[in-house]
């Protein structure tokens, strides 16, 4: 089966500065996925991105195929950035997607 | 305001006993997902489906049984339930014509005890 892993598994920022979080994967894939999770629970998709580079707003995405992995960037990091990180992969996805651990990013004045 | 809802939000059971989780979603999506997340494991396909009466064997289906009645609702039903399905459930819908829209709910937390 698909390996997804995500580094770091958790990141401690100051108000202001920028991260890079890191997703890894061990096969080929269709689709891939960054979403963000409260604390408290749900989860929200920021991008999809099965290849290339993406942006949205301060958050920057991006994937290199050949060398299985991507990268979810944060720029100028606010406290409202705080909270766990997931990618997830899928070969097809109707049938689901497979989940990383997660990085927990904390940001504080 | 498209949306997928759980219900319920929290859940106590105890072991042996039959529950019943239910996911309604507005978005019309036609593949809908439920997942357990667990600390150490992350998020684990239970089952999924492709449409109304459509179930599918995910992952980790094992003590898991799911229906899928209509295009909006999706329940996912343990039968006997144990402790070791003590977890967080999350109901997701997805429409594979457009990959980015992948919607959650907020989640059940059962205990089983």
């Known amino acids: 089966g698909q390996q997804v892993q995500q580094s770091p598994a958790s990141l401690v920022l100051q108000e202001g500065e920028n991260a890079e979080l890191q997703c890894n994967f061990s096969?080929?894939?269709?689709?891939m996925q960054w979403f963000y999770q409260r604390p408290g629970g749900s989860l929200v998709s920021l991008f999809y991105n099965p290849s290339g580079t993406k942006h949205s707003g301060r958050l920057t995405s991006t994937t290199v195929i050949k060398e299985r992995r991507s990268s979810l960037h944060i720029s100028s990091s606010q406290t409202t950035d705080s909270g766990t990180y997931l990618c997830?992969?899928?070969?097809?996805?109707?049938?689901?997607?497979?989940f990383g651990l997660g990085t927990r990013v904390s940001v504080f004045p | 305001e498209a949306a997928v809802t759980q219900s319920p939000r929290n859940k106590v059971a105890v072991t042996g006993g039959k529950v019943t989780l239910s996911c309604n979603q507005t978005?019309?999506?036609?593949?809908m997902y439920w997942y357990r997340q667990d600390t150490g494991h992350g998020l684990r396909l239970i089952h999924y489906s492709y449409g109304a009466g459509s179930t599918e064997k995910g992952d980790i289906p094992d003590g898991y049984k799911a229906s899928r009645p209509s295009q909006e609702n999706f329940s996912l039903i343990l039968e006997l339930a144990t402790p070791s399905q003590t977890s967080v459930y999350f109901c997701?819908?997805?429409?594979?014509?457009?990959?980015?829209?992948?919607?959650f709910g907020s989640g059940t937390r059962l205990l089983v005890i």
């Open positions: 978005n019309n999506h036609n593949n």
């Open positions: 997830a992969l899928a070969n097809n996805y109707a049938q689901g997607l497979t």
């Open positions: 096969t080929s894939l269709n689709s």
């Open positions: 997701a819908s997805g429409d594979v014509r457009a990959n980015s829209d992948y919607t």
